[in-house]
């Protein structure tokens, strides 16, 4: 059963003609890791945190950015919000290349696309209240001190924090996890962006807690038509929040398409794996092996041609020697030589 | 339903501006040996404020006894000398009082400079890393290969011996421990979320730095600006004896030069020497067990 | 039944935090059958992690044990001298505390440090202690020659792995694990748990895993203890206490997690309200500002009622459980609490 506000990518593309906000070509992060005389003797490596990654995100539109830790989820997002500057590849933000975007330029930018932070704990400064913390990018913004009381009073709202007024003079140690969360999407949507970002926003979060600022989320996106892009290490919340996901491996993209499909029936072999590997709430679950080996992803040292292969059950003399290219496989986009 | 955690709170009232400075001070008022540090502080600031009603005599005026002698060598007590005269007939109590004034204002000018040119480097430095965090913190490196004293002396004998010269040569040096270490903590606070928070919200540079860092390395400052306190005492002490300092102005050096220089030690008179001896001790120690309050409070793990 | 390995009958754990006492764990009590898994569940302070040190009295120094018994072989581990307590840990109960991974000593290879447990608690000599390592190592799936690497040298898993071969090291009869799969991603979190079944099975020892994650518990575990605010909410087999839930709590987290096995996503239902402070915990059922079955009695100490064999709830209303459990099923019941 949907819930109250669902697929509002279905309700608003009636209504509004398709327009891509974000456009991501070719990006790369590339950094160097063991310092300047390891430079100098030619034997730093370089770190491909993101590696030639390229989607287009719709107008309302919510995209999960799924993947392991180390899979470059977190800095395409950091990307994304201009928090790190790329090394490579074009990222358009509604028709604007970021890149250049300085000074008041860059003021603009800021109050339309937003982050909302994976720790609560650590995203609201101890020494401020909330309605100091709230304040901040109305200042920034300009908006005159009268009118901030009552924006700050409506994002809380927003948020669904019961009772907002009493919250303004509290410091957030006075606060609980849930309510901090809410606290940091309020100052995330403040400004009234178009585009959010949210990290992990629920897993520092205890599980009975967890629901109520997903369905927050999920809720003020809707209302608010937010194209969002949603980083997470776990398909099951990512199926919850967005009905398109993007699964990242070692810094590219494997596959691309709707959730539904991806959890149904996964074409990757990654994803495969990552699906199968989600535990579920229920005792009468497979236990069988997982598609996938043993060890872990080396993001210092990545297997030529194909990244996953050396973990991949169906990997072959191809995937060694070329790079497997992004192709469309019905509803989806797949990086595999399988398909 | 609202939330339980968070119990019947009034309103917090919002403290007035000195109780928040004095909060933001964070002044070690728990540990035992720092109150005792903050006491020894509180007595020789009151001396050197009221030195003038303090001292019984001119420090730098030569007396005579009442029988129109030179009052020189008198022993503590004799003819109302509280602690007696140097060679010269000077008042050394007098002395002793007036050296408070100059101790403390060495002290707390150069903990002042050091704790402030430290702090705005390691800011910088720490904030914008990249090759502003590069340049400064090979000055840095530079800083640290001078050798402290001789520099000292050497600058302060090249711009004319004056006690505004020593603070200004130490300040010149003593930045580089505080700007390490104001650095370092600047890099793990950058990484807080609360700080990339305010990036997000579209805070300059500036507003960052003043608003969500630079509270948090407060202490970190007052810290090594009261290390400096000693430091400054000492090091003036040592340039005094050595004779290279300021010779219109009375310190605790001053005097240890001048009965030096007069084999006080030959005379007996260790009441000459002794006081201010024990004065640039007390002051110096009280620094560091302010420090180590402080430390206790910034690094609570260290003290178990 | 046979006599269980473990039987903790109203555990007592209080910390002295300034003048207050925090009472972490407040009268649990629950059994460990031999030869299973069971899993310790609760959220964030709910105490589990307080329990599982308290049975091997490993706790912090502001905290003591109040009161209670912890049984075990025999013994009341909540009363035998620290000598002797400590001759049984990691030769009777092996624990693995939180962020095992990250407690190996990084200046040590990790043969060096088997060898330290092997030879110094296990009373091996050289030689042994050597072929135990290997064996060792193969039972977690390691090659036996990466005995002689650094902790740097191995990812998250494989150190994981390595605390795993170390709890196993001296055969123990029972293995306290703390959140050990929490730090993973999902892949190799499976593989761990895989790993950690496989080998439960096959060396027939009890395992306590102690965990914030109920599809953990589900995938991997036969029984759970399900704590909150500091006491049991209930406890039975993994069929018992997860499909058909007696406590309002339990049904309450069953929907709040999402489920990737479910037709859809559909709604998920939050409990509403945070978990009491247990400096100044609520009168009566700790749950019942949050519960939407409370009654005017639920602000009495509720009963422990065994809603089936083996199958204790501490609930005034445990005997209705059924027909909560079809209220609890939907979502508005959760909208408003009484």
């Excluded at chain 2, 917090?12 to 728990?30: T, V």
Aim: charged residues 20%; neutral net charge; aromatic residues 8%.
């Amino acid at each position: 059963m949907d819930g109250p506000g669902m697929n509002p990518a279905t309700e608003k593309n009636v209504n509004k003609k398709p327009d891509i906000l974000v456009s991501v070509f070719d990006a790369k992060l590339h950094y160097a890791v063991g310092g300047a005389f390891a430079a100098m003797r030619g034997k730093s490596t370089v770190v491909k945190a993101v590696d030639g990654v390229s989607f287009d995100i719709r107008r309302g539109e919510s995209v999960g950015l799924l993947g392991e830790s180390g899979c470059g989820k977190t800095s395409m997002g950091r990307l994304l919000l201009k928090l790190e500057e790329k090394t490579g590849g074009t990222i358009h933000f509604d028709g604007e290349e970021i890149g250049a975007v300085r000074g008041s330029g860059l003021k603009k930018f800021r109050s339309k696309a937003q982050l909302i932070f994976q720790n609560p704990f650590d995203a609201i400064n101890p020494r401020f209240t909330i309605r100091q913390t709230l304040a901040e990018p109305l200042e920034n913004a300009d908006i005159p001190r009268r009118e901030r009381e009552a924006r700050i009073i409506t994002a809380l709202e927003l948020v669904k924090l019961p009772e907002p007024a009493q919250f303004l003079d509290r410091y957030p140690h006075h606060l609980s996890g849930g309510q901090l969360q809410r606290v940091v999407m309020a100052r995330a949507l403040i400004l009234q962006p178009e585009f959010v970002v949210a990290d992990e926003p629920v897993s520092m979060l205890d599980v009975s807690v967890r629901a109520g600022v997903l369905n927050v989320f999920r809720d003020v996106r809707d209302r608010l038509g937010l194209t969002a892009i949603y980083i997470s290490h776990d398909l099951a919340l990512v199926r919850y929040v967005c009905e398109r996901t993007i699964v990242m491996y070692l810094g590219r993209i494997m596959e691309d398409g709707p959730t539904e499909d991806i959890v149904r029936e996964p074409l990757h072999p990654y994803t495969k794996a990552l699906v199968a590997a989600v535990p579920v709430p229920n005792p009468d679950q497979s236990h069988e092996p997982l598609p996938i080996g043993r060890g872990a992803p080396d993001p210092r040292n990545p297997p030529s041609g194909c990244v996953f292969r050396d973990r991949c059950p169906a990997a072959h003399a191809r995937c060694a020697a070329e790079v497997p290219q992004p192709k469309p496989v019905g509803t989806r986009t797949v990086a595999c030589h399988l398909y | 339903m609202p939330e339980i955690a968070a119990p019947a709170i009034t309103k917090p009232r919002r403290p007035n501006i000195i109780a928040r400075m004095f909060r933001a001070l964070r002044l070690p008022m728990n540990d035992p040996f720092a109150v005792a540090g903050l006491l020894i502080y509180l007595v020789f600031v009151v001396v050197a404020v009221f030195a003038d009603q303090i001292a019984t005599h001119d420090p730098t005026e030569i007396l005579y006894t009442p029988a129109y002698d030179l009052a020189a060598d008198l022993r503590p007590g004799q003819d109302d000398f509280l602690m007696g005269t140097t060679s010269l007939g000077r008042d050394i109590f007098s002395q002793l009082v007036y050296g408070s004034r100059s101790a403390l204002l060495i002290g707390i000018t150069a903990a002042f400079m050091v704790a402030l040119i430290g702090s705005v480097i390691g800011l910088v430095a720490g904030y914008f890393g990249r090759w502003v965090d590069a340049i400064l913190m090979r000055l840095a490196d530079i800083a640290f290969g001078i050798p402290f004293l001789p520099f000292v002396i050497v600058l302060a004998a090249f711009l004319r011996p004056s006690i505004w010269n020593v603070v200004i040569a130490m300040a010149l040096v003593l930045w580089r421990d505080t700007a390490r270490v104001i650095r370092s903590q600047v890099l793990t606070l950058r990484t807080r979320g609360y700080v990339e928070a305010a990036r997000v919200a579209g805070s300059s540079d500036v507003k960052i730095i003043l608003r969500h860092i630079a509270p948090n390395i407060l202490p970190l400052s007052f810290l090594y600006g009261s290390i400096a306190i000693g430091w400054a005492i000492l090091t003036e002490a040592s340039i005094s004896f050595l004779g290279f300092g300021d010779p219109n102005s009375i310190s605790w050096g001053y005097m240890l030069q001048d009965a030096f220089a007069s084999q006080a030690l030959a005379k007996q008179a260790f009441y000459w020497f002794v006081p201010p001896g024990i004065c640039i001790i007390l002051v110096v120690s009280a620094g560091f067990f302010i420090t180590r309050g402080y430390e206790n409070i910034l690094f609570p793990k260290l003290s178990r | 039944m046979s006599e269980p390995l473990l039987s903790v009958r109203d555990l007592r754990v209080s910390y002295q935090v300034g003048r207050n006492f925090v009472h972490a764990v407040d009268g649990a009590s629950f059994d460990i059958p031999r030869g299973s898994i069971t899993g310790l569940v609760g959220e964030s302070g709910c105490g589990k992690t307080t329990v599982a040190r308290a049975l091997t009295r490993v706790i912090a120094e502001n905290a003591a044990i109040t009161g209670g018994q912890i049984l075990f072989d025999g013994k009341d581990l909540a009363k035998i001298p620290e000598k002797d307590m400590n001759a049984l840990r990691w030769r009777d109960i092996a624990f693995i505390p939180q962020s095992a991974m990250n407690s190996l000593d990084p200046v040590y290879t990790v043969e060096y440090q088997l060898d330290e447990v092997l030879r110094r608690r296990g009373g091996l000599n050289r030689k042994q202690s050597r072929a135990r390592s290997e064996e060792l190592f193969e039972m977690v799936g390691i090659d036996a020659n990466r005995l002689t690497d650094y902790p740097h040298q191995f990812s998250g898993g494989m150190r994981q792995r390595v605390a795993i071969a170390l709890a196993l090291a001296l055969d123990p009869k029972l293995i306290i694990a703390d959140e050990p799969v929490t730090a993973l991603d999902v892949i190799v979190q499976r593989q761990i748990l895989d790993q950690l079944k496989e080998l439960q099975t096959r060396l027939g020892v009890s395992v306590i895993l102690v965990t914030h994650d109920i599809s953990v518990v589900a995938y991997i575990c036969d029984r759970t203890v399900v704590m909150y605010a500091g006491k049991v909410a209930e406890s039975g087999t993994m069929q018992a206490a997860l499909t058909a839930p007696s406590h309002p709590y339990t049904m309450g987290l069953r929907n709040a997690f999402p489920d990737l096995q479910g037709a859809a996503a559909g709604i998920l239902t939050p409990i509403e309200g945070a978990p009491p402070n247990l400096a100044s915990p609520p009168a009566g059922c700790r749950f019942k500002p949050r519960c939407p079955f409370a009654l005017d009695i639920c602000g009495t100490e509720p009963p422990i009622v065994e809603v089936a064999p083996g199958h204790p709830v501490l609930c005034h209303r445990a005997n209705e459980s059924a027909a909560l459990r079809i209220e609890a099923a939907r979502t508005e019941t959760w909208m408003a609490p009484a």
